[in-house]
């Protein structure tokens, strides 16, 4: 079974990356295949609404929004862990989400995906939006929502590293990646 997981903030070794790698810990013990794209790492354009790609199925945009589109076939289950940005997704995610329209023959149909948020705010930092746009992603994509401990997982925490202080949203990670884990069985 493959998990592919999706970092959506443009700052290496942020909060985002290392939820999201407790959150892959325990698709490695149950012998997942395990990718990660780091939206730190590739540079994806946003969608230009031409919509030459309706009754295409691809995008006339050349980029590394390419590796993506294979790693949604790839894949059987996915996590986006994301941190808020103006209480909403970073643009560099949302570019993802855009640039997804262009799979008509949709790729993520009845697969699993899980939601990590993180915000430096720990009260009205709009986590709860981004849970509610990539979830609203995911079954815009005929995907199943998976939840974590309870929903998906929120977590406040600022600099980068900060939220390795914090053992317990480290675990509530583990818990949605088990949780995806058996929902999968
Ligand atoms: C442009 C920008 C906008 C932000 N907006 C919010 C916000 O609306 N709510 C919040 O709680 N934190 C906000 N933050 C703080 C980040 O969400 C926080 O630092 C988070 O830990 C960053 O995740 P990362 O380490 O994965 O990059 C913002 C940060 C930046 C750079």
């Not at 993520?108 to 986590?127: A, D, E, M, P, W």
């Not at 939840?147 to 949605?176: C, F, W, Y």
């Amino acid at each position: 079974m493959n998990i592919l997981g999706i970092s959506g903030t443009p700052r290496k070794g942020g909060n985002s990356e290392i939820l999201l790698n407790a959150a892959l810990e325990p698709f490695d013990e149950a012998k997942w295949t395990i990718r990660k794209i780091l939206l730190s790492d590739v540079k994806i354009e946003p969608c230009t609404g031409c919509e030459t790609c309706v009754g295409r199925n691809e995008c006339h945009i050349s980029d590394d929004m390419g590796k993506i589109y294979e790693a949604y076939n790839w894949c059987d289950a996915v996590i986006i862990s994301s941190p808020a940005y103006y209480r909403n997704v970073p643009a560099q995610l949302k570019a993802v989400i855009d640039r997804t329209f262009a799979m008509k023959d949709h790729p993520l149909k009845g697969k699993l995906g899980g939601t990590i948020s993180v915000g430096r705010s720990t009260s009205g930092g709009g986590q709860t939006n981004v849970l509610n746009a990539i979830h609203n992603f995911y079954l815009s994509s005929g995907m199943l929502c998976v939840p974590g401990e309870l929903n998906g997982v929120t977590a406040s925490a600022d600099k980068p590293g900060d939220i390795l202080t914090q053992p317990h949203r480290l675990e509530q990670a583990r818990i949605l990646g088990r949780n995806i884990i058996s929902y999968c069985r």
